[in-house]
């Protein structure tokens, strides 16, 4: 054997566990927008006769605040475990950044429903809620996890110290599941509204 | 600690739980579990096969009563099956034969029992999860039981669940939406199951076990575990789609002419989601299977493992090769010239690794001391009916002649002779040969015999027969074939094909009589009744909570026999160190 160098760089079980289970998800996510790419690909016009595209401007701003709150994530991982306040603040942060995505995501199918556009209508309109919807419904179970780090995380530093505390692989599985998230809102993003 | 510590060993032993409820129903215990998977899989097979006897009923002898029960299932038709609950009988049967009975025996019951146990851990990584697996699991078995009684009926689209017959126009009725929803949840399962088994078998190895002193079945579970987790989500996006298009009105895999025009959905979209997991979905019904002939036909030969290293290869390069093969069950649907050609080749190629393995296997008998129990009863029986469905496999695997025997009885014959009879005979020589490890007394081997010929004799018949059926032009899935005059003829074959079926479903009466009284009043078990090395046979029958007092170190690889320079016995176990013949310690 090495040194106890070489395996404490080697990956912990659970953020392996983490990485297969992001694979997986990939599968599933990847399997929607080929879905939708083969769909796409048989229409002459895109989005087809009668339907307005997916307007800029919520979706872009969602962007925005979904990258932001992967950012927060990553500078609150940066703050973890040798200043708690600090990386409690931050993904807190993150936190509420995540909340205002759901926000904007609903005041998008508000817009869209607005503009006439139906699920039922055509593939265009099934595939715009479905998959965005589907996103969403990631995005808040994860949310989820995001709250439960510092629910959990706080009451372990109070009663059992910082070096428990420091162990927790928490915060960074779950901020790699919420990177991977938005890596596939971007991917979204860039084929359903802007290409 | 699993920073520090190089292998990711727990050195602390977790309490025994103390309770009926956490000791049998919400167990992290992967022996445990492995025990529900095993109890729920065999209820179901026993469910799943009862159907295909009506089945084979219908076809041998249509508009007759079914004996015995029928009258109490069929009040309305004086105990005829009518032609709609045909529709239903073979899509169930399909499904809960792939999804809830051999995935439970083969992936949930052997994987967790032997993964740990192989690879010498105390138990899966991560226990919690594990659970989880079996309660999904457990769910998903109501939801589909449940949805055999619903108003409607149960899913009677086939256990493909192709639109459009799967369409909410055709097949009204929640009996179809509790069939998406519960294999949706066998899949859930799966995953949860499949996460684990990669973590656990890439972390918590002992020491000293590389990846080639796995055992092959370890090989054969792990890579299954892969392709679960990589193609199961693609399942679940098909199945999600075709939810929501039956629910909620939208049209993705609704064709143009059907639906409202302009909304442009495709069916042929689903086929395509759905063989993307389909094809290797085989593979993840069967590796553990070969995984588990491998080692047995080494075990019982009392030889190394001919070629083992080129074996597992194999297995990796058919997985592989499992993704980008699955063009094959479309060929009929249209796919450009190009396409088909590239997945004849694609599909073709498959047979190399095939072979190797297969030449392996016949290596390891070559001039072996074979000992004919019934575990390598089983294992041989794996591999003969193997080798026939991968054989006819080639006719479907090119593009010419699958053309002509699309969906006919060849199909049939093909699929289940591979994924049916071989996983199941693999399946029986797995519970054989661990049930004294999983309950601490040996199964009766003169029961297992007569439960083997049983099995094996009537398989081959029933599913060679039907490579004829299927040439003389018989569709799959039709309620009555002599409706068709140029299947008039086959009546006699049919009949004798059911009458084969009968007896295989009696005959697994026999290994249930078994399995019962061996479990309360077998032979005690020793530790290692079968005299091999691997690590589960260090420690006692059934092995405790914990597994391994001390998590053991492994000097030598999993086919350890009649090694020359052992005198007094022909086997080494993975975990001893004998001077001279057994690797360096790291």
Redesign the interface.
């Given at each position: 054997?090495t040194s106890?160098n070489?395996?404490?760089s080697r990956m912990?079980?659970?953020e392996?566990?983490t990485w297969?289970?992001m694979?997986?998800?990939g599968?599933?996510f990847g399997?929607?927008l080929l879905?939708y790419l083969?769909?796409r690909v048989?229409?002459p016009v895109w989005p087809?006769?009668?339907a307005d595209p997916v307007p800029l401007g919520l979706p872009t701003l969602s962007t925005g605040v979904l990258v932001l709150s992967s950012f927060f994530v990553y500078k609150a991982n940066q703050c973890f475990p040798s200043t708690p306040q600090s990386f409690f603040k931050k993904w807190n942060f993150s936190l509420a950044l995540g909340l205002l995505f759901l926000v904007l995501q609903g005041a998008l199918w508000i817009q869209l429903w607005n503009q006439g556009l139906r699920?039922?209508?055509?593939?265009f309109?099934?595939?715009v809620y479905?998959l965005t919807g589907?996103h969403a419904l990631h995005v808040f179970v994860a949310l989820g996890g995001l709250v439960f780090v510092p629910l959990k995380l706080k009451p372990l530093l109070k009663t059992r110290g910082l070096e428990i505390f420091s162990?927790s692989e928490a915060p960074k599985n779950m901020g790699l599941f919420w990177h991977f998230l938005g890596v596939v809102w971007i991917l979204m993003y860039l084929l359903l509204v802007l290409f | 600690m699993s920073h520090h510590d190089s292998h990711d060993h727990d050195d602390h032993i977790h309490p025994e739980p103390t309770t009926f409820i956490s000791k049998y129903i919400i167990s992290y215990d992967h022996k445990v579990i492995a025990k529900q998977f095993l109890f729920f899989g065999i209820l179901w097979a026993f469910l799943g096969a009862f159907m295909s006897m009506l089945i084979r009923w219908a076809v041998a002898y249509p508009g007759v009563a079914f004996p015995v029960v029928g009258k109490l299932l069929y009040p309305h038709t004086e105990g005829v099956i009518p032609p709609d609950n045909y529709t239903m009988l073979f899509t169930m049967h399909g499904t809960i034969m792939i999804f809830f009975a051999i995935t439970p025996i083969l992936i949930g019951c052997l994987g967790n029992l032997l993964i740990p146990l192989m690879i010498g851990a105390r138990d899966m990584i991560f226990p919690w999860l594990n659970m989880a697996s079996f309660w999904v699991m457990a769910a998903s078995g109501i939801v589909m039981f449940y949805s055999l009684f619903v108003p409607g009926g149960a899913s009677a689209a086939g256990w493909t669940s192709y639109p459009t017959l799967a369409n909410s126009q055709w097949l009204p009725g929640s009996g179809h939406d509790l069939w998406l929803i519960a294999v949706f949840l066998a899949g859930t399962s799966s995953l949860l199951g499949a996460i684990n088994y990669i973590t656990t078998v890439i972390r918590l190895r002992a020491p000293g076990m590389g990846f080639f002193d796995m055992p092959l079945s370890i090989w054969g579970l792990w890579l299954t575990a892969i392709l679960n987790a990589l193609f199961i989500p693609v399942l679940a996006a098909g199945l999600i789609l075709l939810y929501i298009d039956r629910n909620f009105g939208t049209t993705f895999f609704m064709a143009a002419s059907i639906s409202q025009a302009g909304t442009q959905g495709d069916p042929i979209l689903y086929q395509h989601l759905f063989w993307i997991f389909g094809h290797p979905e085989v593979y993840i019904i069967i590796l553990p299977a070969w995984g588990i002939v491998s080692d047995l036909l080494s075990f019982f030969a009392r030889k190394p493992a001919f070629g083992a290293k080129a074996t597992a290869w194999s297995m990796v390069a058919i997985s592989v090769l499992s993704m980008v093969v699955y063009g094959h069950h479309m060929f009929t649907t249209g796919l450009s010239p190009l396409l088909t050609t590239a997945f004849t080749m694609l599909t073709l190629v498959i047979s190399i690794p095939s072979g190797i393995f297969f030449l392996n296997w016949l290596g390891t008998l070559w001039r072996g001391s074979i000992v004919l129990n019934t575990p390598m009863w089983f294992t041989l029986g794996t591999v003969f009916t193997f080798g026939l469905g991968g054989l006819t496999g080639l006719h479907l695997g090119a593009v010419s002649t699958n053309m002509l025997l699309h969906n006919t009885y060849f199909v049939v014959g093909h699929f289940h002779l591979t994924m049916a009879v071989a996983s199941l005979l693999g399946s029986f020589a797995g519970v054989y040969f661990w049930f004294p490890k999983m309950f601490g007394r040996m199964l009766n081997e003169r029961l297992g015999k007569i439960h083997f010929w049983m099995t094996f004799i009537p398989s081959v018949v029933i599913f060679c027969s039907m490579f004829i059926l299927g040439y003389a032009g018989m569709h799959r899935r039709i309620y009555n074939p002599y409706e068709y005059n140029f299947l008039q003829h086959l009546m006699g074959l049919n009949r004798f094909i059911s009458i084969f079926a009968f007896t295989a479903f009696a005959g697994q009466f026999v290994f249930l009589y078994n399995f019962v009284w061996s479990m309360f009043s077998g032979v005690k078990s020793p530790a290692n009744p079968w005299k091999v090395g691997t690590l589960e046979w260090t420690v006692p029958s059934p092995p405790p909570h914990h597994n391994f007092d001390t998590i053991p170190v492994v000097y030598n690889g999993p086919h350890e026999f009649s090694n020359p320079k052992v005198k007094d016995r022909d086997w080494i176990s993975q975990s001893e160190f004998i001077e001279g013949v057994s690797r360096q310690p790291v």
């Open positions: 054997m106890a070489a395996s404490r912990s079980p659970s392996l566990g297969v289970a694979a997986s998800f599968m599933l399997t929607f879905s083969l769909a048989r229409f087809p006769i009668g699920a039922q209508d055509h593939i309109g099934g595939t479905v589907l162990k | -």
